[in-house]
């Protein structure tokens, strides 16, 4: 697809269980992020990635938190001993990274978490 | 600390109608500011994107504003649709320091009814 994808579209797991949450960016955009939104709120920045590499990783929560983008494409977002607080719909985008320019962020559809 | 701030949270009007959504932040040194809509269960879709040297942009009935120095941003809906009911998302960039991450208001959920 044209799209940024997501899988799997819900995931409902018990406190305490590893998740990993998937993107597949747009085809050839360089720039990838992750966001979480909580009931009634905004989306929240987690990190970015320029290619490979996490660029800013300032927004994740904490150290139960990682992501990796190995091969500067698909991302994985892993959360371990996941906590109720955790719930949220997860979020990730790309964009063509292109530096100094209007640079748009396409989205995904979101994974929900659902930790019980 | 960047904060955005949107109002009202919630908004209902008659088919018809012009409206405009309000978006505010802390602070002035932004990269771009940009509208998403966000529909129920679905992800962020962009609406107009103005960069820190514009005043506004426009897209059909869509007309977004930018005031960096008072803070401001507004997004004016003419002739609203019930098909424009949706949760609109203003979000900025900042200038230095932050990266490309977009810090978001809570955003304003509006209603048209027929």
Redesign the interface.
Same mark, same amino acid.
């Given at each position: 697809g044209a799209g940024?994808s997501q899988t799997p579209s819900n995931k409902v797991t018990e406190k305490g269980k590893y998740v990993e949450l998937r993107c597949d960016p747009i085809s050839g955009h360089t &720039?990838l992020?992750w966001?979480r939104q909580s009931l009634?709120?905004?989306?929240?920045?987690l990190i970015?990635f320029q290619g490979t590499g996490a &660029?800013?990783d300032s927004?994740l929560p904490n150290d139960r938190f990682f992501a990796v983008r190995p091969e500067g494409s698909v991302s994985t977002l892993k959360i371990q001993r996941t906590e109720r607080g955790d719930s949220a719909v997860y979020?990730c &985008?790309s964009?063509w990274?292109l530096a100094g320019a &209007?640079?748009?962020?396409?989205?995904?559809?979101?994974t929900r978490l659902t930790v019980l | 600390k960047q904060e955005?701030t949107q109002i009202p949270a919630a908004l209902s009007v008659p088919e018809g109608e012009n409206l405009v959504l309000n978006c505010s932040f802390t602070d002035s040194a932004i990269y771009?500011l +940009?509208w998403?809509r966000q529909d129920p269960?679905? $992800?962020?879709?962009?609406l107009l994107?103005i +960069?820190s040297s514009q005043r506004e942009q426009t897209s059909g009935r869509l007309n977004a504003s930018l005031d960096k120095s008072s803070g401001r941003s507004t997004l004016y809906i003419a002739a609203s649709q019930p098909g424009d009911s949706a949760t609109y998302?203003c979000?900025v960039i900042r200038l230095t320091g $932050? $990266?490309?991450?977009?810090?978001?208001?809570? $955003?304003t959920q509006l209603k048209v009814e027929l």
């Open positions: 940024v &720039a992020y966001y009634g709120q905004g989306p929240e920045f970015y &660029a800013d927004g979020l &985008a964009s990274g &209007a640079d748009t962020q396409y989205f995904g559809p979101g | 955005v771009n +940009q998403f269960g679905k $992800g962020l879709t962009s994107l +960069q998302l979000a $932050g $990266g490309n991450k977009l810090t978001f208001g809570t $955003g």
